[in-house]
């Protein structure tokens, strides 16, 4: 049976107490319901890629054939980063509705990338932030090689949402 909760890794994936038992019991809690909704809030993203694009727009307003080359180079980024947003919210929304939190066990490697970071652990591949993927690498340098986790996620779109020292 595994050990009590890592106060290091319920830092670093934001997750209770309460949380781990009941994804212990193959669900997600409410309090992860939300977390994970406002992980891929729609909003703030789509603010910040508007007002880029209203930027843009200022900086080149006096370049005549210029800004109707930009413009529609950027109108062009911003209705795909709309679209992969609203799928990610999406896949993220499917989650929550199931209710359902998964496990798997092994060893850990991770793999950073440029927005984030990929979790391997057993025969899965699982995401997590570039927050989680810089305190992750900090805190696996501090235990050893060997240790094996359980790590619980959220199906389809792959989100950890808790893990334990097995």
């Known amino acids: 049976m595994p050990t009590n909760p890592d106060t290091e890794l319920m830092r ?11 994804n212990r019991a193959g669900r997600i809690t409410q309090s992860q319901s939300e977390r994970l909704l406002k992980y891929v809030a729609l909003f703030p993203s789509l603010l910040f890629h508007l007002v880029y694009f209203v930027v843009i727009i200022v900086i080149f307003r006096n370049a005549g054939t210029a800004l109707f080359l930009v413009i529609p180079f950027e109108l062009i980024v911003y209705i795909v980063l709309i679209a992969v947003a609203i799928h990610k919210r999406q896949i993220i929304k499917s989650d929550v509705e199931s209710e359902i939190a998964i496990s798997v066990d092994g060893g850990i490697r991770l793999q950073s990338r440029r927005n984030g970071g990929d979790v391997f652990i057993s025969d899965k591949t699982l995401k997590i932030s570039l927050y989680e ?16 986790f359980r790590v619980y996620y959220i199906p389809r779109s792959k989100k950890i949402i808790s893990i334990e020292v097995t």
């Open 12 to 22: 670093i994936f934001d997750f209770t107490v309460a949380d781990l038992e009941a």
């Open 133 to 148: 993927n810089k305190e992750l690498k900090k805190y696996l340098g501090g235990v050893a090689s060997q240790t094996q």
